[in-house]
């Protein structure tokens, strides 16, 4: 996890284009001052910021970094062949891990519709489901040294190019009161944070993101959608996360792409990511970590292992 404090404040919000909540938080939070914005998920769109803007009623200083990204590459052809060489090795672990994760989360979801002695069965489901998060942890452990390995090989930071744009980062961040991470697109999104390594430079900030920003602070980035167009419909680790915390997983978009009416799927959905809290994040939710603690607001729920939606109850980080 980070080294980040626990004590500045953490908020995650449901989607934003519905029901927009980000004023309200900057208002709780107290926050006045100038808001540091990325939006880099959002890809060919990324400037589009006026209207964040009039809604917060607040100065809002754009970072771009899927821009800055692409002058980066131009500027610096040998770090963007590495960066693309990470990725292809992602890219691929990540079809392996698919074709075993669809044979073994398949077998978990048989034991949990078979009938026969509870004596027999209940200790087959729970070895399905550790089945299902070894299979996770795995996963997770790779794409960790893919990182790793990019970074010990290639020191991105110790780039001339790449240093010069961390600078003017710090220095728009160091007038800014707060830093917003909106959604979009997870990946790229992830990338881009990483990529500028931003979370090291807004240190001191307030944080507040919303759908794939929030997804992307966690310690695990999970894509989930149980009635996509083509697919499976399975959740997958995507890749590690920024790791701003462990013990909560956001759900953003919940209830369109999760059918929480299905005690099966939701059981089986909190089980595999326990001790975890799984936080449905929908349009007007909010959970706040002030203090290493959580607040949700707005009805936020949560899955749990008996395959119910619940209201989230205040909860202490795990130490």
């Known amino acids: 996890m980070s080294a980040r404090s626990t004590n500045l404040p953490l908020v995650l919000l449901g989607p934003q284009r519905i029901?927009?909540?980000?004023?309200?938080?900057?208002?709780?939070?107290?926050?006045?001052?100038?808001i540091a914005a990325v939006t880099a998920g959002w890809q060919e769109r990324e400037a589009e910021v006026e209207e964040m803007r009039e809604h917060v009623d607040r100065p809002v200083v754009n970072l771009l970094l899927h821009a800055r990204a692409e002058r980066l590459f131009a500027a610096d052809p040998d770090l963007a062949q590495a960066y693309r060489q990470r990725q292809r090795t992602s890219i691929e672990l990540q079809r392996l891990y698919r074709l075993r994760l669809n044979h073994t989360l398949a077998g978990a979801k048989e034991m949990f519709t078979l009938r026969t002695d509870p004596k027999f069965l209940l200790p087959e489901r729970k070895a399905a489901i550790a089945a299902v998060r070894r299979l996770d942890a795995r996963h997770l452990r790779s794409l960790r040294k893919v990182h790793q390995q990019f970074e010990s090989e290639h020191r991105p930071f110790a780039h001339r190019a790449l240093a010069a744009q961390r600078e003017e980062l710090a220095e728009q961040l160091d007038g800014c009161s707060a830093l917003a991470i909106a959604g979009g697109h997870v990946a790229v999104l992830l990338n881009r944070l990483r990529l500028f390594g931003l979370l090291e430079l807004a240190a001191e900030l307030p944080i507040v993101a919303w759908s794939a920003g929030a997804m992307a602070l966690a310690e695990r980035v999970v894509l989930f959608h149980d009635h996509p167009p083509q697919?499976?419909?399975?959740?997958?680790?995507?890749?590690?996360?920024?790791?701003?915390?462990?013990?909560l997983l956001p759900l953003p978009h919940a209830r369109y792409r999760l059918r929480l009416d299905d005690p099966l799927r939701v059981a089986i959905f909190a089980r595999r990511f326990a001790p975890a809290l799984c936080v449905a994040l929908d349009d007007g939710n909010r959970i706040e970590r002030r203090d290493g603690v959580w607040q949700p607001h707005g009805g936020t729920q949560r899955l749990t292992s008996r395959g119910k939606v619940r209201k989230v109850r205040v909860r202490k980080l795990r130490p």
């Open 19 to 34: 029901e927009p909540t980000l004023v309200d938080a900057f208002d709780q939070l107290h926050i006045e001052g100038t």
């Open 231 to 247: 697919g499976a419909g399975d959740a997958e680790i995507l890749d590690a996360g920024l790791g701003l915390f462990a013990d």
